[in-house]
């Protein structure tokens, strides 16, 4: 029992105590909010059926009185009285459950944000309302507060699951289908997600943030991101390395370079240091941490397409100074 | 000699196992097949266990690297997939063929050669599975081996195509036994031993064949299709060129949600065994027990789609799927219902075998009623693919399935082996194993709530998944060491273990009217069967006929329903030829792994094999073995 008692502490503590940022009882959007409150409902329902199951097996096994006889037309009572509990159970459930079938529809084709899934990081796209495309980004979705974003999702790779606890349940990115998914956040702040559908070696680490800003912040969020990156003119030794390097076959910083490699395709650095994070928002997007993973990203993400690249030590401080630009 | 005692040497030297390797190659024997089966889906229980013990051990804190993430993968896969496919399925079956015909009263299985291919081939392809690890070329893309994922662009390795091998082996062996355990139990009960007192346990072997009939066509077409996929360049999974990758899933699923069933089944026939004989009374509800076990495998053959609810199939077919989740809480209520009233009304005495069956209950419940809450679709959108599944999935596998399985390991061993386990290391076994999986398995949902999702090699600091894991990874030692308890246990009973008569428990099944060990005939004569629990009610069993021959393997055939006398049927005797086709299905599959041209000759081996098993030979018993 005493188990129980401590599990049970630990186990309010962390729901209330902590708010984990990838805990989906945050509840800070509108679907994952309706499904907390449903948990709810659901645990005071298993608590009940295990608290009550467990008294009448133990006291079934240990009562001492054995001596009154309970005939089996007692005991049929007893299975009518149970099924009849059960099913009376199952049917709240699956009306708590009905009430919240607000899933969003197929037949809409309108999307603002295109998500495709890679091996192991997250492709962005943002659209106008009339559908017009206008920039591509990755690892970090913005939205703005109070307003549905409807979200189209994809994969050309394998099967990866697009989650953020905090704001709704999670959809799968399938290759050769389209799914669509509603995001709606209540109020500002950075939410953690993660690929819930085992897609490969760097699985684990295949994380992204969706960050809620005011609509003027999203607003001039979204005007800088559609910007081309300004060359100049005689090039500086950090875009010479970006050009001339390996990066280039891989990473598009718009106005600068086009990405060569359509298999091993990384992410579009045209804003990089307007990130807050780097390597599917495994590390903090600082100069330590971007020097390391250039220099080493297979000691980092095993498994992972990117190369390590082997650069002087003028030239690595030359490109994370270029990167350190690109706001 | 008197002709009692010339009756029962000439069962003996008819059913006589043929000495040495080679003959050990040869046996047919239902007793001996069955306790193979149960010792290897043993062993692959406990190897698979040393897996999960070292995943626990990578994920015990963030950033270890005991395991790198291809390691990890691999590890994980082989876990899942050796404790489903090479310990749950082989394990219900190994009992099945070891105890049902004992408890129908019969002498052996109604086709014992299948029986022995069935478990070569069973065998090669646990071994193929777990020699792959070592070589680290295991399959590492998961136990369901989701597609694109699985195919050549993805995984260019070996380690997929020893995956489709060895399901494929389990397919195979599992189809042969399930068929040979359905026509056991329709056509070799004791004379008098109508479907309606048929014991429980036997029903839910018959439901479970018949389920492994139902469910493995799904994985077998699916398996060769992903082996077609990568072999010769089929496309039926590759959404660029026109395939589909939800199709996988539909046809692993139609087959992998009633394979838990396929497992707990069995499981909940044992508990429903064991808790009458301790509690000195019949099952109370036999009939809504068994019609029970009947609706859950029905209904589990509609509940697939739960396991996809995130993959954007339309709200209407979710819901369908959604409440037909939650229908199945109704059967498993009313049996754990006769469960508890059966206790309630009886006389418990505490031994380990009950101990696990009252275990099972309580963490069954528990693991039944996340069940129910990722039955539910928004729910489940949150928890789906996160350690709350882990945790729920091995509430009910571990304390659906192995408690259960281990408590029936107690209360027949001494069928098994004449002794008896000790009781007092088995209460230790149990309440370690109880309490290690809690607190190895309770945190994991917490750490769902948390967002971890499963299948992660490693985690980030930041996340604060930390202390939960390594209490988590605390509970799974602690786990382990309970298991190992079992192993000291059976080697502490084969040294200095109790003798225990034939019937130690006053059980009221026909298996324990005869010798433990059983010897091959099992039953000098066939017993006529007047009621449910047997030797609760008559004194002495009396034969159901006189004058079956001694000198071939003979059985009784009767009739499905009533259990009426039809027909004699003679069995064949011990044979190489089971081995011999069960190699060279062998050499098609693993050889299917690096060309497909070992599949043409396998083709011819299979040929000879098949050959050699069907040449006509004198009418069996005329000349005789050995």
Redesign the interface.
């Known amino acids: 029992m005493l188990?129980w008692k401590g599990?049970a502490l630990?186990?309010f503590t962390?729901?209330y105590g902590?708010e984990?940022?990838?805990?989906?009882?945050a509840g800070k959007g509108p679907?994952?909010y309706?499904?907390v409150k449903?948990?709810w409902t659901?645990f005071a329902?298993?608590v009940f059926?295990?608290l009550t199951?467990?008294f009448?097996?133990v006291?079934?096994?240990i009562?001492s009185d054995?001596t009154k006889v309970?005939d089996?037309q007692a005991?049929?009572k007893?299975?009518v009285y149970?099924?009849a509990g059960?099913?009376s159970l199952?049917l709240l459930?699956?009306f708590?459950?009905?009430r919240?079938?607000h899933?969003p529809s197929?037949s809409q084709d309108s999307y603002e944000i295109k998500i495709v899934g890679k091996?192991w990081w997250w492709q962005v796209y943002y659209y106008d309302r009339k559908g017009k495309y206008l920039f591509e980004t990755a690892n970090e979705i913005v939205i703005p507060t109070n307003r549905s974003v409807r979200l189209k999702l994809l994969s050309d790779?394998?099967?990866h699951?697009f989650?953020v606890?905090a704001l709704?349940?999670?959809?799968?990115m399938?290759?050769?289908?389209?799914?669509?998914l509603v995001l709606k956040a209540n109020e500002e702040g950075e939410f953690?997600g993660?690929?819930?559908?085992?897609?490969?070696?760097?699985?684990?680490?295949m994380s992204f943030y969706v960050r809620a800003m005011a609509q003027d912040e999203y607003l001039k969020w979204k005007t800088n991101q559609m910007k081309s990156y300004n060359k100049i003119k005689k090039h500086s030794l950090g875009e010479r390395v970006f050009v001339n390097s390996n990066c280039v076959k891989c990473h598009t910083i718009r106005g600068l370079g086009t990405a060569s490699d359509k298999k091993l395709y990384g992410p579009d650095l045209t804003h990089l240091a307007s990130r807050s994070h780097i390597a599917a928002a495994?590390y903090p997007n600082n100069k330590g941490h971007l020097g390391g993973w250039i220099l080493d990203p297979q000691g980092a993400k095993?498994?992972n397409y990117m190369p390590a690249s082997a650069l002087s030590g003028k030239e690595l401080n030359a490109l994370l100074a270029f990167l350190g630009g690109l706001k | 000699m008197n002709p009692e005692e010339k009756k029962i040497q000439e069962l003996e030297d008819t059913w006589i196992n043929p000495p040495g390797f080679i003959g050990w190659l040869r046996i047919v024997n239902q007793t001996n097949i069955g306790i193979r089966y149960i010792n290897t889906s043993l062993i692959f229980f406990f190897m698979a266990g040393i897996l999960g013990v070292i995943m626990r051990a990578q994920l015990s804190s963030p950033g270890n690297e005991i395991v790198g993430p291809e390691m990890f993968n691999q590890i994980f896969t082989v876990h899942g997939t050796a404790m489903m496919f090479l310990f749950a399925i082989p394990m219900v079956e190994g009992l099945g063929a070891y105890i049902v015909p004992l408890m129908i009263g019969t002498r052996d299985l109604s086709f014992p050669r299948l029986s022995s291919f069935s478990y070569f081939v069973f065998l090669i392809g646990g071994i193929t599975l777990f020699g792959s690890l070592f070589l680290k070329v295991a399959p590492n893309a998961g136990w369901f081996d989701y597609v694109p994922l699985a195919l050549k662009e993805w995984s260019p390795g070996k380690n997929i195509d020893v995956y489709a091998t060895v399901i494929t082996f389990i397919e195979i062996s599992a189809l042969a036994a399930a068929v040979e355990l359905i026509v056991t139990i329709l056509k070799q009960r004791a004379p008098g031993m109508s479907m309606a007192r048929m014991p429980v346990f036997v029903w839910s072997i018959l439901v479970m064949a018949f389920m492994i009939v139902f469910a493995m066509p799904g994985v077998v077409v699916g398996s060769v299709m992903l082996a077609l996929d990568r072999l010769v360049g089929t496309v039926f999974f590759d959404a660029s060129v026109g395939g589909d990758s939800l199709l996988w899933q539909h046809l692993f699923w139609w087959f992998g949600h009633p394979e838990v069933y396929i497992a707990f089944l069995p499981a909940a026939g044992v508990v429903s065994t064991i808790i009458p004989v301790f509690c000195r009374r019949a099952l109370y509800g036999h009939t809504a027990v068994v019609l029970s076990m009947v609706a859950i495998g029905i209904i589990s053959f509609g509940l697939w789609v739960h396991h996809m609810f995130t993959t954007g199939i339309p709200d209407q077919a979710n819901a369908f799927f959604s409440v037909a989740s939650a229908m199945i809480a109704i059967p498993s209520g009313i049996q754990i219902y006769c469960w508890i009233a059966t206790l309630w009304t009886g006389k418990p005495k505490f031994s380990t075998a009950l101990l696990w069956c009252m275990g099972f209950v309580i963490v069954f419940v528990m693991g039944g009623l996340t069940g129910v809450m990722v039955a539910s679709v928004p729910f489940d959108k949150q928890t789906h693919d996160t350690y709350f599944v882990v945790a729920h999935f091995h509430y009910v596998l571990i304390g659906g399935v192995v408690f259960p399985l281990f408590g029936g390991v107690y209360y027949w061993w001494p069928k098994f082996t004449g002794k008896l386990l000790s009781e007092s290391l088995g209460k230790w076994n149990f309440w370690l194993v109880l309490i290690g999986f809690n607190i190895a398995f309770f945190p994991m949902h917490l750490l769902g709530f948390m967002g971890m999702p499963r299948r992660v090699y490693t985690y980030l600091e930041e996340m604060q998944w930390g202390p939960l894991n390594l209490l988590s990874s605390i509970g799974s030692y602690i786990l382990a060491i309970g298991f190992l308890l079992f192993i000291v246990n059976v080697v502490w009973t084969y040294l200095k273990g109790e003798r225990s008569g034939n019937n130690p428990w006053g059980a009221p099944t026909l298996e324990w009217a005869i010798e433990s060990p059983p010897r091959n005939y099992k039953f000098v004569e066939i017993p006529q069967v007047n009621s449910m629990n047997p030797l609760w009610d008559e004194e002495t069993l009396l034969p159901a006929t006189t004058g079956m021959r001694t000198d071939r393997r003979e059985v009784l055939i009767t009739e499905i329903l009533t259990g009426k006398i039809q027909a004699v049927e003679i069995l064949p005797t011990n044979t190489i030829w089971p081995l011999v086709l069960a190699v060279a299905t062998g050499v098609a599959f693993i050889g299917s792994i690096f060309s497909p041209w070992w599949f043409v000759i396998a083709f011819f081996l299979v040929f000879l094999a098949i050959t050699g098993w069907f040449w006509p030979s004198k009418p069996w018993g005329e000349g005789r073995d050995v």
């Not at chain 1, 984990?20 to 009882?25: I, S, V």
């Not at chain 1, 709704?168 to 799968?172: I, L, R, S, Y």
């Open positions: 188990v599990l630990i186990f962390l729901l902590c984990g940022n990838q805990n989906f009882f679907q994952a309706e499904i449903l948990w659901l329902i298993a059926v295990t199951v467990s009448f097996l006291k079934g096994a009562k054995r309970i089996d005991l049929g007893g299975l149970g099924i059960t099913v199952l459930i699956i708590s459950t009905l919240l079938g899933a197929h091996m790779t394998v099967i699951s989650w606890p709704a349940g999670k959809v799968d399938l290759p050769g289908r389209e799914n669509y953690r993660q690929c819930a559908e085992f897609c490969g070696t760097q699985h684990a680490l495994t095993p498994g």
